[in-house]
């Protein structure tokens, strides 16, 4: 590999350098899902409003949480990039109406055949769809980008949607508990990326100029 | 690209190694900071002012400067012409490439 394609794609994968952003959102995904688990399995409705309430207040905080820390930890020691909107390509497009199509297919054969709950067909389908999702997105940025941690969410994502798909969890409970794994492993590969991060760069370089 | 277009010379502004680095990081980037390219390039403070100097002057990045809390960042960002200028120059190693493959 080339010079050039190696600098690419370190600034590619810089985002993914302090593993600050996999700590932050893995704990708000780790806290809805083990609410919504708990709900599911206790059956207390003041946990299933908890858990939509943390989704709601913890999703956006954490972004606006992950760049403070990033201005404070990451930027001041290695720098600052800053990354153009994504845009979806042609490619991207025509898989996302694949998946859409195959999804909605699949639902309508559930409803013809009179299931109509989410604990029923749909809800198995929704939460398998959503993992095998969730799952390729990881090994696909994983395999893009080169970050072999990637690989750790998507096999444990990967997983929990084959044992959602065997076992009779309804989608609450599958859900929360793919929140709850997924959380639990970008968690504990955060805390050791930005561990390694802080040991390979412990001093903030002086004031530029 | 034909054999006497092989021949010309590369963009000599991007041609030379730091310069090519900080091109190849705002080709992926929005934007980059000082810190980032200098880590990126290893090149001294002053040496990494020249080069950028020489890649704005040439029209192919634009350098800005803002204050994140009380510490000043200074940010550069590719042009439309570097864009250009950078494609250019892949396409110039790729055919030299090619032609001596």
Known sequence: MNEIVKTQQRTRGYWYCDGISELVGGFAMALVGFLMLASARTGVDMLATMALMAMILLFPASAQVVRVLKDRITHTRTGYVKYPRPT??????????????????????????????????????????????????????????????????????????????????????????????????????????LLIYLSRHPKAPLEMP | MTDFEFAADPDRVIHEPARLKIMSVLSVAESADFVYLMGETALTRGNLSVQLTRLEEAGYITIAKEFVGRSPRTTASMTQAGKVAFDEYRAYLASLLKATS
């Open chain 1, 88 to 193: 979806i390509s042609k490619g991207r497009k025509l898989l996302l109406l694949a998946l859409f199509l195959g999804t909605a297919l699949v639902m309508l054969l559930a409803l013809w055949g009179g299931d109509y709950s989410l604990e029923g067909t749909v809800g198995k389908v929704f939460l398998m769809g959503a993992g095998t999702g969730i799952a390729v997105a990881f090994a696909f940025r994983a395999a893009k980008l080169r970050i072999s941690r990637l690989y750790v969410n998507a096999v444990a994502v990967a997983a929990i949607t084959i044992a959602s798909g065997f076992s009779g969890f309804g989608f609450i409970e599958g859900m929360g508990l793919l929140l709850a794994v997924l959380g639990s492993t970008s968690v504990i590969t955060g805390v050791i990326a």
